[in-house]
Structure formats: structure tokens, C-alpha cells
């Protein structure tokens, strides 16, 4: 069996794309979307204005057939943003705070890797930039070369 090469493997996160993927969805308060989904919100309200106002002029069936779709609407609406009362039950709401918890694993842990890293190098006296390779035997007793490469800014 040959062994893996996990030399060739790069895992890159940017804080910057996150920050701005995140602030362009939500805006700068996530309990509060202003961004993308606020905009969304802005034109569905829009919408249902406009609709709401409709119904004045509608009689007989017209307006029973408005009714109805407005409750539609009003249920879906709900669904995407939730209730003035309960906004957090709504979709965008989740979808926001899911993205708010991953932004937040993924600081996390960046941060405690250049912490652990940062420790790591100094106490190993190294300059934390460059490569070393070192030959481990495991337990099957094959050889592999392992390489370990950190750099600082």
C-alpha cells in the first residue's frame, strides 16, 4: 500500500473574503440584515404595499381570491424572515446566524492555530519561515518523509 502524500494538501482561509461575503449577505448588524437579504426584504414589503393596497379596489370574488393570496403571501413571508415578535424563527434569520457561527468557528480556529504555531516556533528556536524534512518510522516500520513548512508575516 503506498503511503499518502499529504505534503501536496493546501487548506487556505481568507478572514477578509469571509468578512466580506458576510457584510454584503447581512450587512454590519446580522441581528439586523441590511445587506443583501435586506434588500430582499425591502422589495418583498414593497410588493406586498402595493398588493395590500389592491385590495381596496377588489369586490366579489376579486377580493376573496386577494384575501387568500395574501394570506399565501403573508405565510410565506413569514417563513423567509419569520415574525416581528419572532424574527429568528424565519429562514434568512438562520441562514444569517448559521453564517455569523461558521465565521466565527472558522476565527476561532485560525486563531488558535497561529497561536499554537506561533509557540511552536518559538520554542523550537526556529525563524518560523523555510522548510524542514524529517524521515519517521511508524509501527509497520516503512519509512516516510514528513515535512513541516510555517510561515509568519
Known sequence: ???????????GFSFE??????MAIAGPDPANPTGLIGEVADGL??????L?????SWVGTAASDADSFNDSWNSAMTELFGTS???????FPRMVAGLVSAF???????????STLSAFSS????SGSGSTAQSVTNTSGATQTTAIQVTFS
Open 1 to 11: 500500500m503506498a503511503l499518502a502524500n499529504y505534503d501536496t494538501t493546501t487548506v
Open 17 to 22: 473574503t469571509m468578512t466580506q461575503a458576510l
Open 45 to 50: 414589503n414593497s410588493i406586498m404595499t402595493t
Open 52 to 56: 395590500q393596497n389592491l385590495a381596496l
Open 85 to 91: 415578535a419572532d424574527p429568528g424563527q424565519g429562514a
Open 104 to 114: 466565527n468557528n472558522y476565527t476561532g480556529v485560525e486563531m488558535a492555530a497561529i
Open 123 to 126: 520554542t523550537s528556536g526556529g
